[in-house]
Nanobody, 121 residues
Framework: AQLVESGGGLVQPGGSLRLSCAAS????????MNWHRQAPGKERELVAT????????YYADTVKDRFTISRDNAKNTVYLQMNSLKPEDTAVYYC???????????????WGQGTQVTVSS
């Protein structure tokens, strides 16, 4: 199984970026998808979640109304549209897949390598 993030970079405050995460090697449509981030010196935190069908989403309070998570099950890809970016959004952003239900008694988890997002003038 593999998750590959792309779309990170340097952006000015108030700007936008769109992250993508391409999945392969597992049944993407049976997995809930998540974006996490980790800033220097801080713990990794959950940013957004989208369930298998794509109609149910969750956002951390810090990004609500600015970020939008979406998925395309036909393309095995999940996206994170980030608008009105702030310097405190600077972090490495990770894509994570979690199986919708346990498999042989345990949930399956897959992580991507991460993509750097830097918000600075």
């Amino acid at each position: 199984a593999q998750l590959v993030e792309s779309g990170g970079g340097l952006v000015q405050p108030g700007g936008s970026l769109r992250l993508s995460c391409a999945a392969s090697g597992f049944n993407f449509s049976s997995f809930n998808m998540n974006w996490h981030r980790q800033a220097p010196g801080k713990e990794r935190e959950l940013v957004a979640t989208i369930l298998t069908g794509g109609s149910v989403t969750y956002y951390a309070d810090t990004v609500k109304d600015r970020f939008t998570i979406s998925r395309d099950n036909a393309k095995n890809t999940v996206y994170l549209q980030m608008n009105s970016l702030k310097p405190e959004d600077t972090a490495v952003y990770y894509c994570m897949a979690k199986s919708h239900r346990p498999v042989l008694g345990a949930y399956q988890y897959y992580w991507g390598q991460g993509t750097q997002v830097t918000v600075s003038s």
